[in-house]
């Protein structure tokens, strides 16, 4: 069965500092990897995806994430945060067989001026 | 305007009742999918729906039924609610069944059984 490792609960961050959230997964194959961010009050929204190919993924609001197979993880970094991406981030997995996302418990994200 | 509506956004019940989750989506898309946010655990994958027919089930009791009556709707009913029944359930949807397909997810129905 696969699995999703956030090990990291809360991250507190200063406006403009840089933010990296780690991801660990557990799966034998090549997985599907995907970051949603939830803010307060509203459903799961995606940033980013990983299938194949270049490991370093772009996504919106400046994100991007660095798949390793090696290390199996899919990090996922910003430069420069703002406070608006205070907010839970998820690191989720699936592979073909499954229909659903297999999510790790998240990080709650506070960015302070 | 919200592309995946979910109704109510709050509900309380009481042990052994039933209550049915609306989710309408208006994104065109083929595919809807439940999944349940409880206290202190990872959101989980529920039931998958295609084309109004179930491709997966994720959850062993059968006091959760997902009715599509309706390719846009995948209401989720619950009968003989538990305490522990109590979580964000999420809606979501994606353009069709494939792994590599992006889900969409609705705002969440806080339950609370007491």
């Known amino acids: 069965a696969q699995s999703v490792t956030q090990p990291d609960a809360r991250v507190t961050v200063s406006e403009g500092a840089s933010l990296q959230l780690r991801c660990k997964y557990s799966y034998s194959a090549t997985p599907y990897l995907f970051w949603y961010v939830q803010y307060p009050r509203q459903g799961l ?4 995806k990983y299938y194949s190919g270049d ?6 609001n400046g994100f991007e994430a660095e798949f390793s197979k090696s290390d199996s993880s899919f990090h996922l970094r910003k430069a420069s945060v703002h ?3 205070s907010a839970v981030y998820f690191c989720a997995v699936r592979n073909n067989y499954a229909q659903g ?5 998240g990080t709650r994200v506070s960015v302070f001026p | 305007d919200p592309k995946i509506i979910q109704k109510p956004k709050y509900l309380v019940a009481v042990t052994g009742s039933e ?3 609306i989710c309408e989506q208006y ?7 439940w999944y349940r946010q409880s206290a202190k655990k990872p959101l989980e994958f529920m039931f998958s729906y295609s084309y109004q027919k179930l491709m997966d089930n994720q959850t062993a009791s059968s006091r959760f039924q997902p009715q599509s009556s309706k390719k846009n709707h995948l209401d989720l009913q619950i009968t003989a609610l538990k305490p ?4 964000t359930y999420f809606c979501a949807s994606s353009q069709d069944w494939g792994a590599t397909a992006e889900q969409f997810f609705g705002p969440g129905t806080r339950l609370t059984v007491l």
């Open chain 1, 83 to 85: 406070w608006s991406d």
């Open chain 2, 84 to 87: 522990d029944d109590s979580a």
């Open chain 1, 45 to 48: 929204q995606m940033l980013l």
């Open chain 1, 55 to 60: 490991p370093v993924v772009q996504g919106v």
């Open chain 2, 27 to 33: 994104l065109g898309h083929n595919a809807m999918y």
């Open chain 2, 19 to 21: 209550k049915i989750l």
């Open chain 1, 101 to 105: 996302l297999t999510f790790g418990l």
